[in-house]
């Protein structure tokens, strides 16, 4: 998994804005029409099998039962006229439901 420049950018004016040590873990959860969605929290340190990814100079952790799911998926931060927030291009994906909630493998 990498991150993009606007994706590192935005992450690191968030881990700067912290009081605390804090990462940026993601992984895979189940929800949603298609089955599968991606889900971040907040940890102060890596768990037990997380991979520690390091792209554009920042460090986000992968839970390990996510890891297959995320192998060649690109983070991104995108902005338009109503929202803002990272978003995901991952090549393992065959599909998504309409409201681009959740996705299947």
């Known amino acids: 998994m990498t991150l993009t420049e606007a994706a590192a950018a935005r992450l690191a004016a968030l881990y700067a804005g912290s009081d605390e040590p804090k990462l940026l873990r993601i992984s895979v959860g189940t929800k949603g029409c298609s ?3 991606y889900e971040m929290e907040w940890v102060a340190e890596p768990g037990k099998g997380d991979e ?3 792209s ?3 460090t986000v952790l992968v839970d390990r039962k996510a ?3 995320l192998i060649g998926a690109v983070m991104d931060y995108k902005t338009d006229k109503l929202a803002s927030g990272f978003t995901f291009e991952n090549p393992n994906e065959k599909g998504r439901c ?4 959740s996705f299947h493998v």
Do not use: M, Q, W
Request: charged share 10%.
């Open 35 to 37: 089955g599968h969605s």
């Open 52 to 54: 520690i990814v390091k």
């Open 56 to 58: 554009n100079g920042l």
């Open 67 to 69: 890891t297959l799911y």
């Open 98 to 101: 309409g409201c681009g909630e």
